[in-house]
């Protein structure tokens, strides 16, 4: 299994990227295995202000659709756009090319209460 050490994770199977004040928000490599060949991302929160812990979006694989959530408050300042015709990068790069959201962060104190690689790797028995 692929996690980032320069990533932090939530107990919900998303990852962050934190630049500057700004973030990358993804699905780790963990959950998109769990969900199988994704087929549709749908992100509809692009200009709001979401709270920590509450949906950002949805991704939907070929037997489920699962809720995204947020893993702290933020503005949603990008959907990544290549997922509406490509859905399968969250699959073959989720890391990568198959990022979610692009984020202004609220409040940076909220970084530490999110999981380090060791701390997630416990979550999912790696």
Known sequence: MNLPENLKYTEDHEWIRVEGK?????ITDFAQKELGDIVYVEIETEGETIEKGEVFGTVEAVK???DLF???NGEV?????ELEGE??????DPYGKGWMIKISIEDES??????????YKEVVGA
């Open 64 to 66: 489920t659709v699962s």
């Open 77 to 81: 300042l990008e959907v990544n756009e």
């Open 110 to 119: 909220q970084l530490d209460s999110l999981l380090s690689v060791e701390q």
């Open 70 to 72: 947020m893993p702290l």
């Open 87 to 92: 859905p399968e990068l969250v699959n073959s």
């Open 22 to 26: 700004e973030a990358y928000i993804g």
